[in-house]
Nanobody
Framework: QVILAESGGGSVQAGGSLRLSCVAS????????MGWFRQAPGKERWGVAS???????DYADSVKGRFTISRDNAKNTLYLQINDLKPEDTAWYYC??????????????????????WGQGTQVTVSS
């Protein structure tokens, strides 16, 4: 059984930073593409960053330069470092496991269809 457990969200002021974590279990973590998605209230879920099993990384244009995705295969953990937070970053953040070792283009509106397993999410709220 695949389990993905996010943590690290919270309420911060604009300009602050957060580090989100996602601990994975139930499968060979190192062999799969992993991604971070976010969903703001009343909006659809969009991909923000992904990392392939081989380490290739992709970011949505809206977060480039502020978000950093990484993975520690020894700890079965995925990370998302978010710097210079903006009110528009307010959303639920989800980690997800792709169907294979390669990732789709994370900024594509259908990127989420390539991810099979999802965590419960962690909430990020940014105040101005």
């Amino acid at each position: 059984q695949v389990i993905l457990a996010e943590s690290g969200g919270g309420s911060v002021q604009a300009g602050g930073s957060l580090r989100l974590s996602c601990v994975a279990s139930g499968y060979s973590f190192s062999q799969f593409c992993m991604g971070w998605f976010r969903q703001a209230p009343g909006k659809e879920r969009w991909g923000v960053a992904s990392i392939e099993s081989g380490g290739s990384i992709d970011y949505a244009d809206s977060v480039k330069g502020r978000f950093t995705i990484s993975r520690d295969n020894a700890k079965n953990t995925l990370y998302l470092q978010i710097n210079d937070l903006k009110p528009e970053d307010t959303a639920w953040y989800y980690c997800a496991k792709a169907r294979g070792h390669t990732c789709p283009i994370i900024g594509h509106p259908l990127a989420h269809t390539n991810f099979h397993d999802w965590g419960q999410g962690t909430q990020v709220t940014v105040s101005s």
